[in-house]
């Protein structure tokens, strides 16, 4: 980005951009980006609910059996995706790899920087679990290390990372809201 376009930018546009920067000097490298790209993914955070989920389910912990709770934690993510991915089309920013690290890439998906979908997914899918399922607060960490290895790899600016997070708790809360009124009346509690 020349000077004359980093001055039209505003205050809050120049800390993303200036964040970003320091991410591609100081911190972005392609083994950690490799690294990053496979493990902040939706599947790795499964790895970890599914033996917490045997676990619990053995231990007769949780207050609906697994059945009920995958299903559910993955209708209101499934809707919270679909509304970020409304939002990216919407907005179209371009991702720091493309504005900060000038990688030239033809795939649209770079020009969807805007709110992140791996930090808006993962903390609608850890506060369901957490205040709905009662899952440890550890897993609200997930979605923390989600949105930073995706600034880290160069993927989001922060607006994009906490943009996420701010939708992601809406349609988490929005998800504990009806899941404790639906869920009772439907299936009871155990």
């Not at 045997?54 to 299903?71: G, M, N, R, T």
């Amino acid at each position: 980005m020349d000077k004359n376009t980093l001055e039209k930018l505003s205050a809050f546009e120049r800390i993303d951009y200036a964040i970003a920067m320091f991410v591609r000097e100081k911190i972005h490298g392609p083994i950690l980006n490799r690294t990053l790209s496979r493990i902040n993914r939706g599947e790795m955070m499964l790895l970890l609910i599914i033996p917490y989920l045997a676990y619990a389910a053995w231990k007769e912990i949780l207050p609906y059996p697994w059945w009920i709770v995958i299903p559910y934690a993955g209708i209101i993510a499934y809707a919270n995706d679909r509304f970020v991915l409304f939002l990216k089309k919407l907005i179209s920013r371009k991702r720091p790899l493309v504005t900060v690290a000038g990688k030239v890439d033809q795939n649209p998906d770079m020009k969807h920087s805007f709110p992140s979908a791996h930090a808006s997914n993962s903390m609608t899918a850890a506060l369901i679990l957490v205040f709905l399922f009662g899952f440890p607060e550890w897993f609200l960490v997930i979605s923390l290390l989600a949105g930073i290895g995706r600034l880290l790899s160069l993927h989001h600016f922060p607006s994009d990372v906490l943009g996420g997070w701010v939708i992601g708790t809406c349609f988490g809360s929005l998800g504990l809201f009806l899941g404790r009124w639906l869920l009772p009346f439907f299936f009871g509690t155990t």
